[in-house]
């Protein structure tokens, strides 16, 4: 249960110095206005009288009048961490920018290859950024300063972030980074350093608590469905066609979901959060039967997250703490496509099987317009999250408005794709399949 | 201003018959519910207090449990009119799949193009459509109904879905359209007649009022943004190198607002709700002059609708009633690009300018992923409307959730970039120019 | 050694009928002439006087001024055989729309999925072809005719050839289905049928003896120089990051090698023609090593049909008599990824690898604009050659002409890569590798 | 008519020192080896009693085993001149790495925004390049160098590249281009200097003389196909729907000819080379009216030098010395669209024209794969070239084999598609338009 406490985000201290972006401070006069220092929105906006009840906001982001670091002065560092999603190098470049031009602050530390970057006996030492080194970065896929899974004790980054002066940290990194980025964070507080730390979520797939939507998932719809119509031209190219395409989402199907309404050529859309049989009457392998028999030809997608209980093995565990889905007998892909195959040839049936696991071509493209745009946005608001003494929080985004909240809060599970949502609804419809596979049991 | 009584949305009488959707009616079970018949959404979300004082609600969009009119029986007609946006023919698959998938609707006319389709003495008839007629044109550019701008009397127009036996009427198009439609809902009503007329706003300028977004806005932006960058290497190939870049906008300056933020490139981004001048200190030429001189190139981005007070001559309207841009005397981008030339050649100051109008290549590209989802959407609730018995509507988007507005209120003005956005002062940051360009007057 | 006598061109007889395309017979009017029937091109451009020794000569494809069939009375059959590449439905539509329009041939039957749709007990019916049928088909990647890999006994194709009434016809695939084409053409031969069999070479691998490009292998380029590039930012994005990918070449290196031109990000390509060591100072894992010493990171190209010698197990075949090499013991790519991970490994180094196989992406796509011109061009030579009686031939391209070349001789070898190449040389220079990585021994 | 004469290619004298190559001087070792000094490729192919008649051949271009400069010591200049074109970033990349890496040369100058960087009073002084000012540059569009159309006496070039010491001039840059690059080659040989003076012929429009094709010109029709793709569209979605589309082509239609190929949806293909009447029976008006009467829709491509004796008014030149078609009253994009729209509203039949002039957007995009690896292939052999003493020539291809071809001979006139060649027959088959337009008269 969110509470109203879990909301609050943690400041450094008092914001005795002025703002140098000189926005209006006379609300009416035509001129964009600093935001107030307790702007807020609320939770719940569908149903009002549990907004009511709740009494739950999010504090709004945005440019605040006083700031608690002397404009000019402070030393900020940016750090990309863990897999490559689009968008990286436009949060990179709109931090730089704003820092450096609207703030003054001319003094910027790019950590090379994620946390690493903090270990002096590990790592590269970090690059005093310039407006060139991010002069036209926005165009590429990766990162201009490197990404890491590597797992660095708090210990050792705090000791560089002090050694190196850092007032600002900004750790763009998914979950597990986030997680290190609240102990960072932490830890900085206990040793009485005021470093303002603020976490900008980064997750392909979208699953991040209380944040809306993350950069570098628009991204990956689009490339997703790009290789949905590619795979439903192998499909209607063969007789019983079958494409089957692995998706990104260890925990969540959004990048499966939408790619399939996206497209429009998906007829299973298997997400870990809706369990399904293989076998059986209901079971996966029957209805793909069925389809074939009716059509001739079908498009199955699987988030690579879905259906683990169909692969045995014991888990095994990355660096960041995620589970490893690579491993050849865990990967449901994999697992898939050799069990469809050997199901159809034991009824003597000859299917025509295509199997495409398209994840680092997506990963590593430029952020379309749309990721641009909101790279562009979220780049601007940790910096005025920062500057105005905000830490231990990340910029998310609610009901289209930006906000700060607190990094515990975000990392506390991950954003799942309900089964009672308009969205799984619109999925089943669009493939055809039932909202739920399995009739009994199952934990949907 | 905004009052309760235009956000009630007008519904054709009582619903006694069960949905056939099968939805569940038991929340928390998992499974996706109906959306209750009240709900609603607040308009304000960001000041709280401003909101509990409004007490202004949207109804929210979605499937119904109880419909005015019997499944399976009714007949519907689609409509697109005016010019293209990227994501008609998903609009128009969406609709279609809804109504004959879900709600067994069969009977399914497309209007031919645009409204001159409901007139018998100048058009053709309209289509019988059938699931092969919508299969893969979601895939395409255009609209497969094909489109115009011409008006036809409400009178005939009512008088065709009467004659047709039209229950449910989908009308896809901008203001002027909306406005049109609006008249044939007041009409029908007037008559008596129970025809469901429901509105999806089509302006990919994305200017409707109280609607957050429209489709084909997204991968405007998106070509849009391609574009800049084509302008900007144009200017930076060439000594003293300018791109100058007509977009579309004629009341409203998001797209090239939003593509100055996606590309990056852009210095001076011109739109119609901010004046400014030409000549003088803080004059459009001076600037460029100033820009050009430091940095040897520059991008401008003007909005169709932007400086008009600087094209002189009489204004013509179209059929649908906008202002025709196009008669060469009043069009912007030729009279900067002319302009431009003329001041630098007077100063003896050689520069390169390159100019580029887009917007044909814009308008009829397909819908990228982000439209074709949201389309997908668009068709779906409109139908859900329909069937329901909602009329003189359109379906929106507020806060990320789907709505019902009244025609008679999303066209009785048009949305702007405020000034005072954060939106504007992005812009402005982005491209280094002032909020203002006009020190004193001007209506901004 | 190729002789005058590979090049004859069969013939099914006497050409008594005018030809309808009312070309001008008189040079030097301006207008395009009919191509003499003994028209053609030297083999030798390049070594004059080894041209007049050799004395080799193509036939030249073109419109003939007389023909064997008389027009507008012959039935044509048109088949797509093998996997999906590029180009498939714009030849279709060239081959149909010439019969059509030009030589006004209506009756056009489309074979279903391969040599499958010859074979009465196992295969759908032929569609009778319409101009409906291919209007547009050029827009899109696959087969509308649909395609299969299946081989079928030449008596049953041709008896059913003899049933439908089949004069002409069209055989588009690659090396397994132009052998089976050339023994379709020997049979008809022989029972004295005058059907004209003439194969359309498929192979995104560009690896048809005597043909200098096949159809699909210009998009297949740009789709891998596309994929390369996200390998290139995958490696630059990690610490020691290799970029491994795998491109189709069962026999032939030439996708590799234009991609890896075409992109300019590739240290390392390895092909088929080209032996190369793992282990040892000129080992592909000691460069690697050195390069990620120098550099930081590196990409790896790697041909589908490379190294195979160090993929141990025994070969299989799949129904066209190619090898398979999916199955997973003797993937290279995957081989390679294991093997680098795990020497790395044992030597405590820390790399981060990412595998990418985008086949299934690559073949699935529409034509660029480069493959539907030449689809085009080839639709229509083979629908000439047809009509003129020619038969057991293919359509080919050789210095920038279009030629006829028998079936026998294009399939009795697959066309190299030469390392002794200027194409080798430039792939050498552009990644840095040596011409040679076996110092001593090696095919090369 | 073509004598040997014009074929002989120029040289600074012998060439005393060997290569840094290292190729293989021993034919058949499998290894690439030096091209033979006086290799040579015939001019006619495709009539070999015609090519014994005339015996012209081409010299071949490629690696030479003895060099006129001696390795390591000379000092190369880049220029690009003229419009964008794509591909200039990877001709300039690819020259300097063969010079850099390969011949050891690194003293490269990089000559500012055309000729106008050789004049000491009005450009910019030369830039020393290194390998990262060109890493990269490959992915992008327009000229890193910059470019412009200024001409500047021979002799101010000649004297800079004296005073800079240049041994080895590179100039990109189209006819008006090429026709100066001769002037500074002779005037440099007059003066006795040792400067090799090699032209890489840049021209979208493709029609430079005995060059089979140039670079930019296949990206340009990838791009001028998705264009027509859109008018495509366009046309269809509106009722009498007409697309037109100006396209590159000032005295050669060779993109109208490729784009109308490779989007096989247009209608009317108008060219330079091919006269046509607007009115009479045989004229384009009434053919358009009775093409909409039949279908509905057209869509017609103009090239930008196509009709120019319907466009009435003096003709102005730019500086180099072409034709300047831009100015309002000459444009025949305009011209056209005007006319079509006034005839149709005299006749009282409305039509829906949208006129797309997309010139920019095709010019600064970045090279696709296959002119990026041709250009590769460009920069390769013009250093080849240089070192081995040639001058006053550029780098060609012909049969696909690249070749020398002396500056005089490629600029005494202009490419021009033929009205008899099997291009133009197969525009008039995908369009349905006759070979000739004009029934009596014309040029053609």
């Known amino acids: 249960m969110l509470t109203r406490k879990d909301l609050e985000v943690a400041r450094l201290g008092d914001c005795p110095y002025d703002s140098p972006l000189k926005l209006s401070t006379e609300p009416g006069d035509g001129l964009p206005d600093y935001v107030a220092d307790d702007a807020c929105i609320p939770y719940q906006v569908s149903n009002v009288s549990e907004q009511q009840k709740n009494n739950l906001f999010f504090e709004r982001a945005g440019p605040r009048a006083k700031l608690f670091f002397p404009p000019r002065m402070a030393t900020a560092a940016i750090v990309t961490c863990g897999g490559l999603s689009p968008g990286l190098n436009n949060v990179i470049q709109s931090i730089y920018f704003e820092l450096f031009h609207r703030y003054g602050i001319k003094r910027i530390l790019g950590v090379r290859y994620g946390l690493a970057g903090f270990d002096p006996d590990n790592g590269e030492p970090p690059v005093e950024m310039t407006p060139d080194y991010v002069d036209g970065i926005q165009k590429f896929g990766g990162s201009v300063l490197g990404s890491s899974r590597g797992k660095v004790e708090p210990e050792v980054i705090v000791d560089s972030l002090e050694e190196w002066g850092v007032d600002m940290l900004f750790s763009i990194g998914g979950d597990g980074t986030l997680r290190g980025t609240h102990e960072i964070a932490r830890l900085a507080l206990e040793r009485g350093l005021k470093i303002a730390v603020i976490g900008v979520p980064k997750t392909i797939d979208n699953d991040i608590l209380y944040v809306y939507k993350t950069f570098g998932f628009e991204t990956a719809v689009d490339e997703a469905a790009r290789v949905l119509s590619c795979a439903h031209n192998e499909a209607l190219g063969a007789p019983n066609g079958v494409g089957l395409v692995k998706l990104m ?131 601007r608001a940790a910096v005025h999250a920062a500057t105005s003494g905000r830490t231990d929080m990340v910029v998310g985004l609610w009901h289209n408005v930006q906000t700060h909240v607190p990094l515990a809060t975000v990392t506390r599970g991950k954003k799942k794709v309900g089964t009672d949502s308009m969205l799984w609804l619109a999925v089943a419809e669009a493939t055809g399949q039932p909202v739920r596979f399995r009739k009994h049991g199952g934990n949907c």
């Open 249 to 379: 989402g260890r925990d969540s199907g959004f990048i499966a979901c939408f790619a399939t309404l996206a497209s429009m050529v998906v007829n299973f859309t298997l997400i870990p959060e809706v369990p399904f049989d293989l076998e059986g009457e209901n079971g996966l392998l029957t209805m793909l039967r069925d389809r074939l028999k009716k059509r001739g030809h079908a498009v199955i997608v699987v988030a690579e997250g879905a259906g683990l209980d169909h692969c045995e093995g014991d888990m095994e565990y990355d660096e960041s703490g995620n589970i490893k889905y690579s491993t050849m007998s865990k990967d449901i892909g994999v697992f898939l496509r050799d069990k469809i195959k050997d199901w159809f040839t034991e009824k003597g049936e000859k299917i025509n099987l295509k199997y495409i696991d398209p994840s680092y071509i997506i990963r590593s493209v430029p952020a379309n317009s749309g990721d641009a745009l909101f790279c562009n946005d979220l780049g």
